[in-house]
């Protein structure tokens, strides 16, 4: 049995998410993992995570499974995703609309720019949305600089227009949680 595989079926075995597999020259063995989502299961007291006990479970079945296995590996590392989680399915998208995200598409915006940003350009984030059509996302941002802390905006001045590009998750390259961190402490959702 493949690597990919038997690490899926022990990650799901458990009652998690297998979300990435990575596999690096000096015999690191590194997954990702995470809670499955739903969005009856997500309710009002907001996302549950992964916890260090639950990466504990999920490296004890490993070892053992590969070990039996045989396949080899110098190091496992079992971890959550992060702040920067990676999007590579559609339910990812349904869970994380309405946050801000960074996108990569394969090829560059061309024709579809409209003078309105550079045909090269590959990489934008902005907030994701759904664009209404089955398959089909958006991302919409501002190109106008963000203020800097203690600095004062005039209520006058006209924001910045906002600016959309839907696409389809096979026009991707990449796509992950924006990394914001935020100091003052979680906000409660109200």
Do not use: H
Not at 91 to 108: M, S, Y
Not at 164 to 188: H, N, W, Y
């Amino acid at each position: 049995m493949a690597l990919q595989e038997t690490v899926d079926q022990i990650v799901t075995g458990l009652g998690y998410e297998l979300v990435e597999i990575e596999r690096t020259q000096g015999g690191l063995l590194r997954v990702t993992i995470d809670l499955p989502w739903t969005a009856e299961a997500a309710g009002p007291e907001g996302e549950v995570f992964v916890t260090v006990e639950d990466c504990e479970k999920v490296t004890r079945q490993l070892q053992f499974t590969l070990e039996v296995e045989e396949i080899p590996y110098q190091r496992l590392e079992v971890s959550s995703p992060g702040i920067d989680r990676p999007l590579r399915k559609e339910i990812d998208f349904v869970r994380f609309t309405g946050q801000e995200i960074d996108i990569t598409l394969k090829n560059p915006m061309g024709a579809q720019a409209n003078g309105l940003t550079s045909v090269l350009r590959k990489k934008f984030r902005g907030v994701l949305e759904s664009a209404g059509k089955e398959g089909v996302w958006q991302i919409v941002w501002s190109d106008a600089p963000k203020p800097k802390p203690g600095q004062r905006v005039s209520k006058k001045k006209e924001p910045a227009a906002l600016q959309a590009l839907s696409f389809k998750l096979d026009e991707l390259k990449e796509a992950r949680l924006a990394p914001i961190v935020d100091f003052k402490g979680r906000q409660s959702k109200r």
